[in-house]
């Protein structure tokens, strides 16, 4: 089970530290990262990281904003969002898979958590 917390609604500027926890499994064997779905959009994957940590993927829209890390001994992974723009907003899950990369196929999904960035 995927575990997402850390949303919120936040002026346009800010910043939000997303949060997923698994349990149930061992995270460090997969592939992890982050997808966001909009109202009225489709969802899209927002970043991922390889199960050791040493390939990273962000979206051309949160480039130079977004930061995935992880963090293997606590079984959980991490999004921050700095200077955070109105479209950002979203439902944001976490999602986990043992293919060696996570837009490949997600075998996990968390629930989402709502980012809301106010203008």
């Known amino acids: 089970q995927l575990q997402a917390s850390g949303g919120g609604l936040v002026q346009a500027g800010g910043s939000l530290r997303l949060s997923c926890a698994a349990s149930?499994?061992?995270?460090?064997?997969?592939?992890v990262g982050w997808f966001r779905q909009a109202p009225g959009k489709e969802r899209e994957a927002v970043s991922c990281?390889?199960?050791?940590?040493?390939?990273?993927y962000l979206a051309d829209s949160v480039k130079g904003r977004y930061t995935i890390s992880r963090d293997n001994a606590k079984n959980t992974i991490y999004l921050q969002m700095n200077n955070l723009k109105p479209e950002d907003t979203g439902l944001y899950y976490c999602?986990?898979?043992?293919?060696?990369?996570?837009?490949?196929?997600?075998?996990?999904w968390g629930q989402g958590t709502q980012v809301t960035v106010s203008s």
């Open positions: 999602a986990a898979t043992l293919l060696a990369h996570l837009r490949a196929r997600v075998d996990n």
């Open positions: 149930g499994f061992r995270l460090g064997a997969y592939a």
């Open positions: 990281i390889t199960s050791s940590g040493g390939s990273t």
